[in-house]
């Protein structure tokens, strides 16, 4: 089975800057797809980010963005201009495009923003 | 419709007993997951329906559990004679099967805590 690995349990950042959570994984397959989820306190996972692995260009949504790097099998998210609302448990996850049904996901990072 | 919605939102009972736990996919999703999710994990992939076909379990899905999608639409997720390790969260997820799109919406969860 695939495995996700985020390093960072907990991150914290002031208000306005820029965070970068981690996220690795491992996998012999060439076609996947890689995302981040965000799961604010009490409240249900939302999709922030995807990317697919055919995809040189790395994926941007507003604030968003990721640094994919497939040899190094590295998806990390970058969160521009932090904001209040960014506080919640960050998620990396792995789909398979073959096989894929299931999300593999990572043990989570928790973002704490600092006013 | 506005999500996938999980019914109950928590759920306490008593170790031996029998719950169930209903799920309803956002309108037109023909793929429906259910994962688990402990206190400081990411959600763990327990089965997939595409349609009424249940195509997929996870070796998590213990003889205990049993889940159905008798037409098709909403799904529950049946455990019997609960035990304390089965405190969870347990998440519900659509998907379509059309246009390419490869994420999951996740509904808000059922907690279950097992006395």
């Known amino acids: 089975a695939q495995t996700v690995t985020q390093s960072q349990p907990e991150m914290s950042v002031q208000e306005a800057e820029t965070v970068t959570l981690s996220c690795t994984y491992d996998?012999?397959?060439?076609?996947?797809?890689l995302f981040w989820y965000k799961q604010p306190p009490s409240r249900q996972m939302i999709l922030v980010i995807r990317q697919e692995a055919y995809k040189q260009q790395n994926a941007t949504e507003n604030r968003f963005s990721v640094n994919f790097q497939k040899a190094a099998k590295s998806f990390s998210l970058k969160i521009s201009d932090s904001q209040l609302g960014d506080a919640a448990m960050y998620f990396c996850a792995y789909r398979s495009g073959d096989t894929g049904n299931q999300f593999y996901f990572g043990t989570g990072t928790s973002l704490t923003v600092i006013p | 419709d506005t999500g996938v919605s999980q019914d109950p939102r928590h759920k306490i009972t008593k170790r031996g007993q029998n719950v169930t736990f209903r799920c309803d996919p956002i309108?037109?999703?023909?793929?429906l997951y259910w994962y688990r999710q402990t206190l400081g994990q990411g959600p763990e992939f327990l089965t997939y329906f595409q349609n009424e076909a249940q195509l997929e379990k996870s070796r998590l899905l213990s003889d205990r559990f049993s889940a159905e999608r008798p037409k098709g639409s909403f799904s529950t997720l049946e455990i019997q004679r609960t035990e304390q390790g089965d405190s969870a969260m347990y998440l519900c997820?659509?998907?379509?099967?059309?246009?390419?799109?490869?994420?999951?919406?996740f509904g808000p969860g059922t907690r279950l805590t097992v006395t």
């Open positions: 309108s037109e999703h023909n793929r």
């Open positions: 996998t012999s397959e060439s076609d996947y797809y």
């Open positions: 997820a659509s998907s379509p099967n059309w246009g390419g799109s490869h994420e999951q919406y």
